[in-house]
């Protein structure tokens, strides 16, 4: 029984089917294809007495002359390609790579080679790696896997490995541990469908700040200790052979800038996936982690932030919380006459926990049932046996252990929601800062992006009902899934967006917010449910009972 | 006894000062101190919260804003990098390497450092390998030292080398002799003076087409098979980590370019030298090694080919011939009136040959004493002891038995001189070819550059006497000594060559000789003494006896 009440069945029905279209990783209609490798088919002229032009010569001629130009390669390989060349008889295929200034010749293929053009994307996630198989020729993804990030092992959160990195063999383990998983995933994925490692010209890595230097083996320590400056923004780029991937060793890897310690990569490649760098109009995209990631703007100016506003919003903190998974309980609805309370367990089974979207309908629907204040207190002048005491103060019983997974109430407490309305009111806060700053209202907003699996499940009526985002026409809010993965995949396909990756990172300002004292006034208003201005939320009904001082 | 006679000690002593001077490379006044590497200090700005620029893109925005664009570096340095910056507070000294389209990160120093920037040139012959060591900061040849190809024992030819080199096994030994020869002689080379290899930041390679790409381990056979066409005429930069070269691992290595399979980049480093390039004036330059290798032309425009002259010419046929090292006689004069021989040695030793001045001088000699007709015969109606009777014909006894090394004596037959007179035909047949070419005239010509050895052995005034070379005035004759190595150490020094030699390659007009008819009319008349048209020798006197039939 995966709802308690059938009422809800059919709106549940709706945002899975949203959740599952944004899964599906949505290429933007203006993408062009123009892919980061590309194949030129040559027929270069037999070597005679009138014309002493060495063969490779010969061969680098007719690429420049094509507009190839510059064109790199690895001098250890020339042996190789010419007797390809001379082997072809002058005709042949070359594979080459586009890495901004100049082209990379990674391969020389017979010209009759119907052999595949592979890239590998990468969402290098703190939890997950998302694993894209893209077929190049075709423009299209042929295979996404997933696995845990292999480094969980030796520390949940960033700043555990970051400190375990410290020592070199530690660091060098760190690496290690990513360039395996990335092996091993890689060659299974390509050896279900008869591929091989070498049909995989070009890597396009998305990662945040830190585990963009873990995957490189650079010095992470830097990046969380004032002032917080990273190794490197913008990386070289490399190739397989310098990481030992067991793809083609030439093969191209580009590993996405960051533009800061706490807006990495991953960002860029989702400003990236939302477009809203070409957009005439303002968008903003959130992207809510470890950190709540922001970045406002459109094709003229971007600015972005990073703060502490993550981890409860994704059901990390709270006792009971638990991240997206099957077993959490992701949707809730309390009908506000009856108190009757109904929920949506994410796999159909009994529920063990509740992840962010859980959250944040259980305040937002004790709030309008009149259960929570505004000051976010358990009303207990209303006599109602989910109403516990707990060691914790007052609690709420969610669901009773008849219910549960593991036979305890699932209860959540006062302390808990303070900890949950200290998150929503940091990202409540990060983004008036961000508008702030640009002198922007919310209003002018078209478009609010929300990345991540946060983004698919989130009910953007709720998030707005407990003031944790603006209250704007709920069509202005779109989930975008993985838009780290969205943006490593359409480099792969467009190698165009090297040029916007450049502007993005150079047209952007990062704000620091932890050095900004503005915050603290900000966010002691949006402490409230939804907010001590109600002004700022006109569409958020304050029911007479979430008034009432709490005894 | 080195002269046999007394009266020309003073003019040997001339042309023996004469070469000492050339030999010691000569750098051309008008070279200017830009060393291919080069060293920048740099104060960064320290990181701090308002910047929150990266440690390596604080240093690359610091060398781009210093016109060092666009900055290339081994992705595997960059923690090295990373770690030196911080550990010397962001205060350092940037080594940078030139690579034409941009510039190679090679090392960082602490911003103190007096350590020297060393570079090494290699003039890279088939017989022997001469190693410059460079200081590229004070622009001085520290020191010099020639080694015998260690390749001889495979072969002392190229022909039998690349023929060798067909097996891959055969190809990599080959290299490997090359590279061990490098690493043990650079490794003394620095240890003498306490420097390190990782001192050693730019090598300079200048060797014939053949020699380089056996020294990369490419592919050689297509040089010697039609039509002739090598596998690499512009090498890309290599790095020392490339070719396990014992310098600095990230070490610039620049290969001379090559313009076909028989004109190398021994003869494009010998251009550079000549400075032949930057003239108004209409040069010339010949080469005279297993070829002759020559190129005509001035700033506008150049014109090359290259001819099997050489061998006799350096000694290398004739039965007594040797190159010019001890033992070998340089210079012989004949008294026309007593028909006296003197001879000078090489070394002041004993004879035991003679290399190719010293049969330039005889042959000259003969005939200005009428032992020899304008035929090349020997004239036997002169009753002189010095003819004798040999199994190859007439013969001329230059030393006798008691004098030479090995108690015989040292003869040269009419055949032998057959032999020489072919090669010196060739070589004037090709300067009469090249010069047609482009419808000159040798009195156009202000410079006539001869480089190696064998220029600074030659004395011209015999070359003109028997008519090898033009009859111009001796003062437009210049010995140039190694000019591929010269111009492999002018490149150390000024790294604007790099794009010398660009539009070298691309001006230069390659004439291959070996299907040009026109060459075998020239032939036949150069084949006489000066040749069968006296009037373009009009200042060598044709002795009476000379014209003498020879029954």
Same mark, same amino acid.
């Given at each position: ?24 990783l949505l ?12 194949t ?30 510059? #064109? ?10 010419v007797?390809?060349?001379?082997? &072809? ?7 080459l790579?586009?890495?901004? /200034?100049?082209?990379?010749? #990674? ?13 590998i ?17 075709? +423009? ?15 520390g ?68 969380c200790?004032?002032?917080y400056?990273?190794a490197? =923004?913008?990386?070289?780029?490399? &190739?397989? !052979?310098?990481?030992d ?12 800038? =960051? ?38 703007? =459109?094709?003229?100016?971007? #600015?972005?932030?990073a ?23 992701? +949707? ?22 509740? /992840? ?6 259980l ?17 207990? +002048? ?10 914790d ?28 309305l ?33 983004g ?34 359409m480099?792969?396909l467009?190698?165009h ?5 450049? !502007?993005? /990172?150079?047209? #952007? ?10 915050l ?10 939804? &907010? ?20």
């Amino acid at each position: 029984m995966s709802w308690s009440s059938k009422t809800f069945i059919g709106e549940v029905r709706k945002l899975d089917q949203k959740r599952k279209e944004t899964n599906a990783l949505l290429l933007p209609s203006w993408l062009e294809h123009r892919p980061l490798v590309t194949t030129v088919e040559l027929e270069l002229n037999l070597p005679n007495l009138n014309d002493n032009t060495g063969d490779l010569d010969r061969l680098t001629k007719a690429l420049k002359a094509g507009g190839y130009d510059p #064109i790199h390669l690895n001098p250890l390989q020339i042996s190789r390609y010419v007797a390809k060349t001379r082997q &072809h008889q002058f005709e042949i295929k070359a594979v080459l790579g586009n890495a901004l /200034c100049h082209w990379d010749l #990674i391969e020389l293929l017979p010209p009759s080679s119907r052999s595949p053009i592979l890239g590998i994307a990468l969402d290098l996630g703190t939890s997950s790696l998302a694993f894209y198989l893209v077929d190049l020729n075709n +423009r299209k993804i042929l295979k996404e896997i997933s696995t845990p990030n292999p480094q969980i092992g030796i520390g949940e959160d960033i700043l555990t490995r970051i400190l375990f990195s410290r020592e070199d063999d530690n660091k060098r383990q760190l690496q290690h541990l990513l360039l395996e998983a990335f092996n091993q995933t890689v060659l299974s994925m390509l050896s279900e469908d008869g591929f091989l490692p070498a049909d995989v010209y070009a890597v396009t890595v998305a990662g945040n700040t830190t585990m963009s230097h873990l995957l490189l083996g650079l010095d992470a320590t830097t990046i969380c200790k004032e002032p917080y400056i990273p190794a490197v =923004n913008r990386f070289p780029f490399y &190739h397989a !052979r310098d990481l030992d991937l067991r793809v083609h060793p030439d093969a191209l890897v580009y590993i996405f800038p =960051n533009v800061g310690s706490y807006f990495g990569g991953d960002l860029i490649a989702g400003i990236l996936a939302s477009g809203m760098h070409h957009s005439e109009e303002t968008s903003i995209l959130v992207d809510v982690g470890t950190n709540a990631e922001v970045v406002l703007g =459109n094709r003229d100016w971007l #600015i972005a932030c990073a703060g502490a506003a993550g981890p409860a919003l994704e059901g990390g903190v709270v006792e009971r919380g638990m991240m997206a998974a099957p077993g959490a309980i992701d +949707r809730i609805r309390i009908d506000p006459g009856s108190l009757e309370l109904s929920y949506h367990v994410i796999g159909e089974g009994k529920p063990r926990g509740i /992840c962010g979207s859980g959250l944040i309908d259980l305040v937002a629907e004790m709030f309008n049932a009149g259960i929570l204040t505004i000051q976010g207190k358990i009303n207990r +002048r209303i006599d109602f046996s989910r109403i516990v005491a707990t060691t914790d103060g007052p609690g709420y019983v969610v669901v009773q252990a008849k219910e549960t997974l593991d036979e305890r109430d699932l209860v959540i407490s006062e302390i808990d929601i303070g900890i949950f309305l200290k998150s929503k009111a940091a990202m409540y806060t990060i983004l008036t800062v961000i508008a702030n700053k640009v002198g922007l209202h919310f209003e002018d907003l078209k478009h609010f992006y929300v990345a991540g699996t946060f983004g698919n499940y989130i009910d953007p009526s709720m998030a707005i009902r407990i003031g944790m985002i603006p209250d704007l026409p709920l069509s202005t809010y779109q989930g975008m899934g993985n838009t780290a993965g969205c943006g490593a995949v359409m480099l792969l396909l467009d190698r165009h967006l090297l040029e916007d990756i450049e !502007r993005v /990172c150079s047209q #952007i300002t990062y704000v620091e917010l932890n050095v900004n004292m503005e915050l603290m006034n900000e966010f002691r208003g949006a402490l409230f449910i939804p &907010h001590t201005d109600p002004k700022l939320f006109p569409s958020v009904q304050i029911p007479e009972r979430a008034l009432g001082k709490v005894s």
